[in-house]
């Protein structure tokens, strides 16, 4: 596609439920990154999938954060038995190549709201 | 480790006034710097980024950053101040060999007319 895909842009849960967030990244690239933007905050990292292999996850906040990309190309962030304090943007980037000094490229975002 | 420090998480200016955000950075070897730019309800766009060579960068809409590696800053300017450059402006770093790339606080920049 023309850009970085999130759906959906606003999902509103209610605290316990599960969310999906979706990121369909540019074509062909092949870094992933996926960011938490707290309000009134700078992104902060999450993880990072090179192709289908996740790389780095040490900035998952708990085990009810989970990321995959199975096929390298679409990725799926959940949060499991959401709280309060999920509530947040999250953010996905994509790069092409191996990042280095590559720019990422980002969507607009999924804004998680959880009562 | 490293970190990214904005000071002034609100600038306002006056249009036509020069447009100065300022970022410092903490890194054991210098690192590869950016500026995003992102406007309400929408994703980061990057404006300018430094890797190596020429310390002065230029970007889009008129702005330019200067990477000093003495200071350890990268602060963003523009000459002139346009209304439409109100927006949130965010600085990042990323090192040669990691894959993250660090964030600052933000400095959300007020253009008034």
């Known amino acids: 596609g023309a850009g970085v895909s999130q759906s959906p842009r606003y999902k509103v849960a209610k605290r316990g439920q599960d969310v999906a967030l979706r990121c369909d990244p540019i074509s062909g690239h092949v870094s992933l990154f996926w960011y938490q933007q707290a309000l009134g905050q700078g992104p902060e990292f999450l993880t990072y999938?090179?192709?289908?292999?996740?790389?780095?996850k040490s900035g998952l906040p708990s085990d009810r954060f989970f990321a995959e990309r199975p096929e390298g190309s679409v990725s799926t962030l959940k949060i499991q038995r959401t709280q309060q304090e999920d509530s947040a943007v999250y953010l996905c980037?994509?790069?092409?190549?191996?990042?280095?000094?590559?720019?990422?490229?980002f969507g607009e975002g999924s804004r998680l709201t959880v009562l | 480790a490293q970190s990214v420090t904005q000071l002034g998480s609100h600038v306002s200016v006056s249009e036509g006034a020069l447009v100065l955000l300022r970022c410092n950075y903490s890194?054991?070897?210098?690192?590869?710097l950016f500026w995003y730019v992102q406007y309400p309800n929408q994703g980061l766009q990057l404006l300018l980024k430094?890797?190596?060579?020429?310390?002065l960068v230029k970007g889009i809409n008129g702005f330019e950053a200067e990477f000093k590696k003495s200071e350890t800053s990268f602060h963003l300017t523009k000459p002139s101040a346009h209304m439409s450059d109100a927006a949130e402006y965010f600085c990042?770093?990323?090192?040669?060999?990691?894959?993250?790339?660090?964030f600052g606080t933000g400095t959300s920049l007020t253009v008034i007319p």
């Open positions: 999938f090179q192709n289908e292999a996740q790389l780095d």
């Open positions: 430094y890797t190596t060579g020429a310390t």
């Open positions: 990042a770093v990323r090192s040669f060999t990691g894959n993250q790339f660090y």
């Open positions: 980037a994509s790069s092409s190549g191996l990042a280095g000094v590559r720019e990422l490229f």
């Open positions: 890194s054991s070897v210098p690192p590869y």
